[in-house]
């Protein structure tokens, strides 16, 4: 039986985001190998670098990915886990080398 506000042909599953938004997180997250091991980086932990702007900028575009995740119905506790890397990364950044290394460590893509 179909809900009432469930389009017809329309799956229950939600769909994938944008490319755009992958590519995003794709560059934010693991754009970056160190080499001769499976650690990845991106241009996240790059910006942490920065002091203070950096973590800004990580938090600014971390904004459009959860919009995403959100609008293309993620399950709540991913969408969750999701804002807290984001959040946690921007309180962290102020704190120096420990937001690098929790930059290095996290990713926005989740797997999903």
């Known amino acids: 039986m179909e809900s009432s506000d469930q389009l017809e042909g329309e799956s229950l599953a939600p769909a994938r985001p944008p490319a ?4 995003l997180a794709y560059h934010l997250d693991d754009r970056f190998r160190v080499p001769g091991t499976k650690y990845r980086f991106g241009w996240d932990f ?9 973590d800004v900028v990580g938090l600014v575009l971390g904004l459009p990915i ?12 991913v969408v969750l886990a999701m804002s807290v890397n984001v959040l946690l ?3 962290l950044g102020t704190v120096p080398i420990a937001g690098n290394i929790f930059d290095f460590f996290t990713t926005r893509i989740c797997g999903c």
């Open 89 to 91: 990364d921007a309180v």
């Open 66 to 77: 959860i919009a995403a995740a959100i609008r293309y119905r993620f399950p709540k506790m």
């Open 46 to 54: 790059v910006l942490g670098l920065v002091p203070g702007l950096g």
């Open 20 to 23: 755009a938004v992958e590519r």
